[in-house]
């Protein structure tokens, strides 16, 4: 009957102590999550196993920015036209994506009836 009772309250504490666990780090995340607001990766592309160049959006301005083991670097901020271009590019991707899950989900509804 010991054994029993010990092992209740061993996954009692380990409950509280997972509980304690999640809202800590719930709270915590609200002071790393305001710095994800003025730094964005756009787009990312592996150059080699350890390095990568990317676009960043950094406030309200465009860079290409290369990321290694070593340092991050900017290696050019873009031009207003080459942004335009960017974000066109982006939201004709997104809408490409938004197609082509309506039309997986019209496969797998068809492919259900069946």
Known sequence: MDGILALVKMIAGL????LL????????????SQA??????????????SSS???????????VMSFSEQENKIIKELSKEESEKLIRE???NEERQLEMAENFK???EKAKRK
């Open 90 to 92: 982006n939201r004709q």
């Open 106 to 108: 019209k496969i797998f």
């Open 21 to 32: 666990i999640v809202l800590t780090l719930k709270y915590l995340n609200r002071f790393t």
């Open 15 to 18: 409950a509280a102590v997972l």
């Open 36 to 49: 994800n607001e003025n730094f964005r990766v756009m787009k990312k592309i592996a150059v080699t196993k």
């Open 53 to 63: 160049l990317a676009i960043v959006l950094i406030i309200d301005k465009y860079y």
